[in-house]
């Protein structure tokens, strides 16, 4: 059977997706991308449900009108609050989130059955990672903890500095003080991994951090065999595109660090969602 070469959409409030891109671009080598990072109007993590899912909308509208075969929702508050609506809106073509995947992994990995989630306010208020995790264990102890600080870190690129510190210590040391503390700590936000090594160091190589990115690639991977999307192995050059709703220079420079590989220059073009 031929396979179907159009691309996969990824969108992201800005560019903490590069780094759900990179897992899927690594998992799917034969695959085609389009990525867009909302970046005039991250973060989403402070914005109400409502807000999340019309700019959410608005995304992968673009992303259908570049004639995606699937949609990766690399955001995990757009994933908490809109990803149902996305599937009614965008149906036939599948949508998948950060989120079941993401709790999959931490149920997977838990050996005392004690979960942190460290995500944005509105991810948080919506406690989307602990139904999620609930439905897999039931008895699972889930501890939520907003870090909204941690995305502008990453988006300033700051991975491991003094600031960058300083704040896994306030965010951290008192859900990691008792005795009973969590075993295995989901990175809820696609930003956060960008600061992994300085929260791995204030947990201790005793805590598992999970990576929603890996998993998440793997359920793509799942969802195209499932729907005979998948594209022809060997059928030329992958190519991957990037879009940005503001500063694309920026979005190439500090991108780069998300997406593991240098984002050429002249590459990100930008674009006005609204006028999409």
């Given at each position: 059977m031929k396979g179907d070469p159009r691309p996969i959409g990824v969108f992201d409030s800005g560019m903490g997706g590069l780094t759900v891109l990179r897992a899927l671009a690594a998992q799917l080598p034969d695959e085609h991308f389009v990525y867009l990072g909302d970046t005039a109007r991250l973060p989403y993590g402070t914005k109400s449900p409502d807000t999340v899912r019309a700019y959410a909308l608005q995304a992968t509208h673009l992303l259908l009108s570049e004639d995606v075969k699937m949609v990766v929702i690399a955001c995990n508050t757009a994933s908490a609050v809109a990803l149902e609506a996305l599937r009614d809106a965008?149906?036939?073509?599948?949508?998948?989130?950060?989120?079941?995947?993401?709790?999959?992994?931490?149920?997977?990995?838990?050996?005392n059955k004690r979960i942190a989630v460290l995500a944005t306010e509105s991810t948080v208020k919506?406690?989307?990672?602990?139904?999620?995790?609930?439905?897999?264990?039931?008895?699972?102890?889930?501890?939520?903890?907003?870090?909204?600080?941690?995305?502008?870190?990453?988006?300033?690129?700051?991975?491991?500095?003094?600031?960058?510190?300083?704040?896994?210590?306030?965010?951290?040391?008192p859900l990691f003080?008792?005795?009973?503390?969590?075993?295995?700590?989901?990175?809820?936000?696609?930003?956060?991994?960008?600061?992994?090594?300085?929260?791995?160091?204030?947990?201790?190589?005793?805590?598992?951090?999970?990576?929603?990115?890996?998993?998440?690639?793997?359920?793509?991977?799942?969802?195209?065999?499932?729907?005979?999307?998948h594209a022809d192995t060997g059928g030329g050059p992958r190519t991957i595109r990037f879009f940005a709703t503001d500063s694309p220079e920026r979005f190439a420079r500090i991108g780069a660090i998300f997406f593991g590989s240098a984002i050429e220059d002249g590459t990100v073009t930008l674009v006005d969602l609204k006028m999409a």
């Amino acid at each position: 059977m031929k396979g179907d070469p159009r691309p996969i959409g990824v969108f992201d409030s800005g560019m903490g997706g590069l780094t759900v891109l990179r897992a899927l671009a690594a998992q799917l080598p034969d695959e085609h991308f389009v990525y867009l990072g909302d970046t005039a109007r991250l973060p989403y993590g402070t914005k109400s449900p409502d807000t999340v899912r019309a700019y959410a909308l608005q995304a992968t509208h673009l992303l259908l009108s570049e004639d995606v075969k699937m949609v990766v929702i690399a955001c995990n508050t757009a994933s908490a609050v809109a990803l149902e609506a996305l599937r009614d809106a965008l149906a036939p073509v599948p949508v998948i989130g950060v989120i079941e995947p993401g709790a999959r992994a931490g149920v997977a990995a838990t050996r005392n059955k004690r979960i942190a989630v460290l995500a944005t306010e509105s991810t948080v208020k919506g406690a989307a990672y602990a139904q999620a995790i609930h439905q897999l264990m039931a008895d699972a102890q889930v501890v939520q903890l907003a870090c909204q600080v941690f995305v502008a870190l990453a988006e300033e690129g700051w991975a491991d500095t003094r600031a960058t510190t300083a704040a896994v210590e306030d965010y951290l040391e008192p859900l990691f003080a008792p005795a009973d503390a969590p075993d295995t700590l989901v990175l809820g936000c696609t930003h956060f991994p960008v600061l992994a090594a300085a929260i791995q160091r204030h947990v201790g190589a005793e805590t598992t951090l999970v990576d929603s990115a890996e998993t998440t690639a793997g359920a793509v991977a799942e969802a195209l065999a499932a729907s005979a999307l998948h594209a022809d192995t060997g059928g030329g050059p992958r190519t991957i595109r990037f879009f940005a709703t503001d500063s694309p220079e920026r979005f190439a420079r500090i991108g780069a660090i998300f997406f593991g590989s240098a984002i050429e220059d002249g590459t990100v073009t930008l674009v006005d969602l609204k006028m999409a």
